[in-house]
């Protein structure tokens, strides 16, 4: 055999394993826990928060729309009149002014509606009356049911994040009073040997 072969004499070194993160003997078991339950939390605000925010969306707007639907029904526009001038400028707010109209039974009916100010006695205003004849609000439009089922589910969403927030939080609070203790504990024991080693 040459003087110069590189070639190492004796065994080969052993071969070094990573040790799993897992198997870390510094983990404590509160790491543990505080891992897995980070992990659980995370799969329900990953799974959670679209599952509710799309099941309370979609409840509120067929909601809505049955809303709409019942109240397309039950109401109606109709012509009236103004029976007095309404004072002010094109400047000003809306005012109650008194209006006059005929019902389906041909019936007459009066009521008060808000109306532009400035406008004459006998302008015409369409209202909104209901079954009985009586003067009531216009129908909830489909525009407000999309935009109530989009509310409802946003809100279902920051619920959700919320409470996994202050799960966490919760979880942390608690696990870190844990080892605070725990480290009180070992401290008792420990600092007196520490202390016995500056005093000899």
Request: charged residues 20%.
């Amino acid at each position: 055999m040459s003087a110069q072969d590189p070639s190492p004499s004796g065994p080969p070194p052993p071969h070094q394993e990573h040790t799993p993160k897992r198997a870390n003997p510094l983990r404590r078991t509160s790491d543990r826990v505080e891992y897995w339950l980070s992990g659980f939390l995370m799969l329900v605000l990953v799974l959670g928060m679209p599952a509710a925010a799309l099941g309370a969306g979609l409840t509120a707007y067929e909601s809505s729309m049955h809303a709409v639907q019942t109240q397309s029904a039950q109401r109606q526009e109709v012509t009236a009149r103004l029976t007095a001038d309404v004072k002010g400028n094109a400047e000003d707010a809306k005012q109650q002014a008194p209006v006059r109209w005929t019902d389906g039974n041909g019936a007459v009916r009066t009521g008060s509606v808000l109306v532009e100010p400035g406008t004459r006695k006998g302008a015409t205003v369409q209202v909104w009356v209901d079954r009985d004849g009586a003067l009531t609000g216009p129908p909830m439009s489909t525009l407000n049911a999309k935009t109530t089922g989009w509310f409802v589910g946003g809100m279902a969403a920051a619920c959700v994040t919320a409470g996994f927030f202050a799960t966490r939080a919760g979880m942390r609070h608690v696990l870190d009073r844990r080892r605070y203790a725990q480290w009180e504990a070992e401290w008792v024991l420990v600092e007196p040997l520490w202390s016995a080693r500056f005093h000899r």
